[in-house]
C-alpha cells in the first residue's frame, strides 16, 4: 500500500521545483483523498498552474515520469482563468470531491449555483442513459457497467446535496437520504466496488431505468 503522505509531499516538492510560484493550486482527488484507497488505487492528482501551455503539459508529463508509482497517476491539469470559467455544472464534483494541498478552489463556490447542481444531475442522468443504451447494445462490457454505476453514484451525492446543504463523501452514508429507487442503484454499485458478481442484464436495465427518471 502507497504512503500516500509520503508521496504526496515528493509530488509537491517536485511540482514546485519544476514549476515554481507558477503553481496556483494543487491537491488530491479519488480514493486517496477520502481515505478509501486500495492497493490497485489510481493517484489522482490535481494540479492549476496560473496559466498553461502545451509546452507546460510535456513538462508535467516528464515530471510525472520521475515520480514513483507513476503508472497509477492520473487527474488534471488546467490554467487558472480555464477553471474559473469552466462550465459551473461541472464544478460541483470537482470542487467538493478535491482535497487542497497548496492554495484553495473557494473562488469557485459562487458558480456552484443550485441551477448549476440542477444542470449536473440532469446532464449526468442523460450521459448514464445514452452509456448504458450503447453498452446493452454494442460494447456489452461490465467495466462500462461499472463505470456508469460511478458515474450513477456521482449524480446521487448531487441529489443529496441539492435536499440537504450537505457534501456526503461516502457513497455509503447518502442511503438514507434516497428513495427506494435511488438506494437500489447506490446499494448495486456498493457490490460491485466490492467485487460482488455482475449480473449485466439486470443491472443494465435498473440504470436505464433510474436514468430514465431523472431525464424525464
Known amino acids: 500500500m502507497i504512503d500516500i503522505t509520503l508521496w504526496t509531499d515528493n509530488f509537491i516538492q517536485t511540482l514546485i521545483k519544476t514549476f515554481g510560484e507558477r503553481v496556483w493550486f494543487a491537491g488530491l482527488q479519488g480514493s486517496y483523498a477520502r481515505g478509501e484507497a486500495v492497493d490497485t488505487s489510481d493517484i489522482d492528482t490535481v494540479v492549476i498552474l496560473d496559466t498553461l501551455t502545451a509546452d507546460d503539459i510535456k513538462n508535467y508529463n516528464t515530471m510525472l515520469d520521475t515520480m514513483p508509482n507513476r503508472e497509477l497517476v492520473c487527474g488534471f491539469i488546467s490554467g487558472k482563468q480555464e477553471i474559473l470559467n469552466w462550465e459551473p455544472s461541472d464544478l460541483f464534483q470537482f470542487y467538493y470531491d478535491t482535497k487542497p494541498i497548496i492554495g484553495t478552489l473557494d473562488g469557485l463556490l459562487p458558480m456552484i449555483t443550485p441551477e448549476a447542481i440542477d444542470r449536473a444531475i440532469k446532464t449526468g442522468a442523460c450521459n448514464i442513459y445514452h452509456g448504458c443504451v450503447h453498452n446493452m447494445l454494442y460494447d456489452k462490457s461490465e467495466d462500462i457497467l461499472y463505470g456508469l454505476y460511478k458515474s450513477a453514484s456521482f449524480v446521487l451525492q448531487a441529489l443529496c446535496f441539492k435536499q440537504t446543504g450537505q457534501y456526503i463523501t461516502h457513497i455509503k452514508d447518502i442511503s438514507d437520504y434516497l428513495s427506494?429507487?435511488?438506494?437500489?442503484?447506490?446499494?448495486?454499485?456498493?457490490?460491485?466496488?466490492?467485487?460482488?458478481?455482475?449480473?449485466?442484464?439486470?443491472?443494465?436495465?435498473?440504470l436505464f431505468e433510474w436514468s430514465r427518471k431523472y431525464i424525464k
Open 180 to 206: 427506494d429507487d435511488d438506494r437500489n442503484v447506490i446499494n448495486t454499485f456498493i457490490c460491485l466496488k466490492s467485487g460482488g458478481k455482475v449480473d449485466f442484464e439486470v443491472m443494465s436495465k435498473e
